[in-house]
């Protein structure tokens, strides 16, 4: 009675056989002020080293797991909410430390094509939000938890371990946004897609220091390449764009190539797809590229890029291949990575008085 329900509002309790200090249900009563009419509901409690088949039972108003469950009694748990008639909930608080789970994905890296994705939403908490902690104290908290698990305790970023394709810490590569020097050669990247999504990445380039920035990035599913190329003319006309060998691929309804319909709609795109110097286009050596100029210090992103971030934050690889899943954003600045060469300056325009004059110089 000195938690979340009064004391004066459990009518009712039982005790949960085979599990110490587990109540099996308890009975709460709620309303009953003004207008209200009074009733009574039914709180359940379950172990999930009960297994699967303890969770089945009678549909329920809401369920609430507490820590990460089994795949198979999450499912479960679901399935008891399984009601139109009511606005039935479920909702779910771990640290995920066991990685990208099958739970953890269904929230993270939804398929495509499942149905339920627009249904589910991620609250996240870091330890910045305890704000009964000290900045001193949250530093020292984190400097005691393993450093494979300080992400996940901290942040709540799945724990990928080994698996993890960029293995460095955000405040290594992040920086807060400036405005970008004239003199700094500029391109942007794209990945073409429309049930998975389209991603691009606008990249800023210290020739001087070899730093490459990550200044802006742009993720749309479901949306045609006039909507995309809208939103990528406002970072710049000018810029030109990478693509990758997927751009040759024609449309089946105008037969035109798709890196051809995103040059009609005016975006600069480059003559020809993305590739190294040498030719090549593989992807081990665009993630080998990226991360040794991220554990160098040579590739920075800005902090407002919250899409790259949070791909980054799940890229990984599975029985040591890269998993192919929501990697958009990162695809696209690896194939501007691989096409900096193409990097160009911005073209101060000159206004039309001083080119009269300067016309006038030369005639003179």
């Known amino acids: 009675g000195t938690g979340f329900i009064p004391a ?23 309303g009953g002020g003004g207008d209200v009419q009074a009733g009574e509901s039914i709180l359940a409690l379950k172990a999930y080293e009960k297994g699967r088949e303890k969770w089945q039972g009678p549909t329920v108003d809401g369920i609430w797991f507490d820590e990460e469950p089994p795949e198979d009694i999450y499912s479960e748990g679901l399935t008891r ?36 994705q627009d249904a589910r939403v991620i609250t996240s908490m870091t330890i910045d939000d305890a704000e009964h902690y000290t900045p001193e104290e949250r530093a020292k908290i984190i400097a005691s938890y393993p450093a494979h698990e300080r992400e996940a305790r901290s942040k709540g970023i799945p724990s990928l371990g080994s698996g993890l394709i960029f293995p460095v810490t955000e405040e290594e590569i992040t920086c807060k946004p400036f405005t970008i020097p004239p003199i700094w050669p500029q391109i942007i990247g794209v990945d073409f897609g429309y049930d998975h999504p389209f991603g691009a990445a606008r990249l800023a380039w210290d020739r001087d220091n070899d730093i490459v920035y990550v200044t802006a990035v742009y993720r749309a599913r479901q949306t045609t390449p006039i909507f995309h190329a809208a939103a990528l003319k406002a970072w710049g006309a000018w810029i030109p764009v990478a693509w990758p060998h997927d751009g040759l691929q024609h449309d089946k309804g105008s037969g035109e190539a798709l890196a051809a319909q995103y040059r009609t709609q005016g975006l600069n795109m480059l003559p020809e797809r993305a590739t190294w110097e040498d030719g090549g286009n593989g992807v081990e050596a665009g993630v080998t590229e990226m991360l040794d100029r991220m554990q160098s210090g040579r590739w920075k992103v800005f902090d407002t890029c919250f899409d790259w971030l949070e791909e980054r934050r799940l890229y990984h690889r599975k029985d040591g291949k890269i998993v192919k899943e929501r990697d958009d954003v990162l695809s696209a600045s690896r194939y501007a990575l691989m096409m900096l060469r193409e990097a160009i300056t911005t073209k101060p325009r000159i206004p039309e008085n001083t080119r009269a004059k300067a016309l006038a110089r030369s005639i003179v």
């Not at 509002?9 to 709460?28: E, F, H, K, S």
């Not at 779910?92 to 066991?98: A, D």
């Not at 739970?103 to 993270?108: A, E, G, N, P």
């Open 8 to 30: 004066d509002c459990i009518r009712d309790r039982t005790r949960a056989v085979g599990v110490p200090n587990l109540l099996d249900t308890v009975v709460v009563r709620w």
């Open 81 to 116: 909410t399984n009601n139109g008639q009511r606005g039935q909930f479920a909702q779910t608080t771990f640290t995920p430390l066991l990685g990208m789970s099958t739970v953890v994905s269904r929230f993270l890296m939804p398929a495509v094509d499942d149905p339920g």
